[in-house]
C-alpha cells in the first residue's frame, strides 16, 4: 500500500509510523498545518518533524504555508467547533487532494493517535473527504500507543510541544488543561509510567561499580571525585544514568564520567540527564567539557559540544595500565570539546 499520512508533529508520528512498519505500510510524511500559530511554533514543530524523519530515514513532504490570516477568518464565528468546523476539514482535505493527485493508495493522520482530539469526528471526516476523491481512508486507532510514543520523544529529546496548535489553543488558561480528560478506546485505560527525575548523590564511593564501566581505572576516578558533583537520573528507586560534574574554575565545568545501566542504553537517557544538567549549572557557569575518544566525538557534538579544545596525547597510553578499547580501537588520545552554556 502506498500510504501518504498527514503528520501534525514529530512526538505524535512516533507510534504511528512504528505501527504502520510493523504491517509492512511504509507511510510518507506529509506535513501541511497551516493551523499552528505563532510561527516560531510552526517552526519548532517542522524542524523537529524533519529531525526525527531524517533520523528513522522516512520520506517527507513538506507542504508550506503559514495560515494565521486565513484560519483566524476561517474560525472567529465558530470557536468553539473550530477543530471539527476547520483544523480537521482543511489539513485532511489537502493530504487527500495529494494523495490523489500522487497516486497514492490511501490517507490517513497522525491526529487520530492523541486522546485529546475528537477521534470520532476525525474519523468521519476522514471517510467523507475519501469518497469525495475517490481514495481510502486509512482507519487505525493509534491512541492505544499515546503515551509509548511521547516517552519514547521524551527518550529522543524531541521538542515537545504544550498545546494542540493554534493561537487559541495555546491562550487556554493552564487550569484549563488540567481539566481535559483524554478520551481513550472502549475498555483501554493509561498506565501511569514512573517519573523521570534527576537527583544529587551524597554517597558518591556507593556508586563506583557504576563509575567503572566508563572509566575502567578506580584511582583516576578517586582524583576526581571527592570534588565533583554527582547526579543520577532515577525512575523511581532505579537509578538509569549517572554522571559526574568537576568545577574546574568559576565558569568552566568538566563532564569527568557519564554511564548509563547496560539495559537502558540507547534510549536516550543519557541525553536527558545532560540537557537537564547543562540547564542547572547554566545559571552560574559558562561553559562545560568533555573529554572523549575519537569514537564517542559524534555524541557530544549532536548534544551542543561543538567546539573543539585541545587534544592530549598518549593520555590513555599513559594513565592507563592496561590497553583500553572501544570496539576494534585502540584508545591513545584525550580529545576535549566544550559546550557553551549560555548560548540557546
Known sequence: MKLLMHTCCAPCSIYCIDTLRNEQIEPTLYWYNPNIHPYTEYKKRRETLLEYANSIDIHTIFEEEYGLVEFTKSVIENLNNRCTTYCYKVRLEKTASYAKEHGYDAFTTTLLVSPYQNNKA???IGEEIARKYDIQ???????????????????????????CGCIFSESLPKDDYKSLNPITPNGYEYQKEPRLQVKRIENKDDYMEIFLEADPSENMIRKYLSDSDVYALKKEEEIICIAVILPISRK????????TKEKYRNKGYAKILLKSLCGNYKQKYEKMLVGTTENNIPFYVKLGFDKYEKTIKNFFIDNYEEEIKEGELVCTDMIYYSKNLKKR
Not at 149 to 163: C, D, E, F, I, S
Not at 252 to 259: A, M, R, T, Y
Open 252 to 259: 568552566v565545568l568538566e563532564l569527568k564520567n557519564i554511564v
Open 137 to 163: 481512508f486509512l482507519y487505525r486507532d493509534f491512541r492505544v500507543g499515546f503515551r509509548e510514543g511521547q516517552n519514547k520523544a521524551r527518550q529522543l529529546g524531541l521538542y515537545m510541544q504544550k498545546y
Open 122 to 124: 476525525i474519523k468521519q
